[in-house]
């Protein structure tokens, strides 16, 4: 079970630190995700880290400004989100999957939702 | 970092088939065997029905089948029933640059 939290409201570049709480499996051995869908919009892959976070990847559109973490020992995955913009507004999911699992995801979030509006 | 192209929309009515392509480039799709398909229902997080091109996860049923041919990937629907009415969304892996991209998502409607 994946359950994210840290969503609201922020203006225009501010900040936000969205957490992403897992239980039920290896969360240690576990690549990780987090991807945005903005009100009525389709999915957008946001960043990936891996299980011990020695890799990490960003989108172009949130690369700079997002920092992607985890904490194994806590079973919980983070995205610090700076200089938020107002096409940043969207349901952040956070999903289990990577290469292992063929770069998929079978594991999701409910998501927590993020409005950047001034 | 330009999303998979999908068909917006696809129709068919029960027990039809129907299928939904995802186009991307030789630098994804036609460059790995990571396609994945998700089926995501109004107000609902997406579930994965279809991975690495064909493989379907536990307690999907097989009406659900995906196939690759050169840059172009496929879901097809088989015998649709209502509850398979949803949008469905096509990812490939992209090489780590970028590390994954979505398809725009087809909105399935079942007449």
């Known amino acids: 079970q994946l359950l994210e939290s840290g969503g609201g409201w922020v203006q225009p570049g501010g900040s936000l630190r969205l957490s992403c709480a897992a239980s039920g499996f290896a969360f240690s051995t576990s690549a990780m995700s987090w991807v945005r869908q903005a009100p009525g919009k389709g999915l957008e892959w946001v960043s990936a880290i891996s299980d011990n976070s020695y890799y990490r990847f960003y989108a172009d559109s949130v690369k700079g400004r997002f920092t992607i973490s985890r904490d194994n020992f806590r079973d919980t995955m983070y995205l610090q989100m700076n200089s938020l913009r107002v096409d940043d507004t969207a349901i952040y999911y956070c999903?289990?999957?990577?290469?292992?699992?063929?770069?998929?995801?079978?594991?999701w979030g409910e998501g927590t939702l993020v409005t950047v509006s001034p | 970092q330009s999303a998979l192209t999908q068909p917006p929309s696809a129709s068919g009515s029960p027990g039809q088939s129907v299928t939904i392509s995802c186009t991307g480039t030789s630098r994804d799709i036609g460059a790995y065997n990571y396609v994945s398909w998700y089926q995501q229902h109004p107000g609902k997080a997406p579930r994965l029905i279809i991975s690495?091109?064909?493989k379907r996860p536990s307690g999907v049923p097989d009406r659900f089948s995906g196939s690759k041919s050169d840059s172009t990937a496929s879901l097809t629907v088989s015998g649709l029933q209502a509850e398979d009415e949803a949008d469905y969304y096509c990812?490939?892996?992209?090489?780590?640059?970028?590390?994954?991209?979505f398809g725009g998502g087809t909105k399935l409607t079942v007449l």
């Open positions: 990812s490939s892996f992209g090489g780590n640059d970028p590390y994954l991209v």
């Open positions: 999903a289990k999957g990577g290469m292992a699992l063929g770069y998929s995801y079978d594991s």
């Open positions: 690495e091109v064909t």
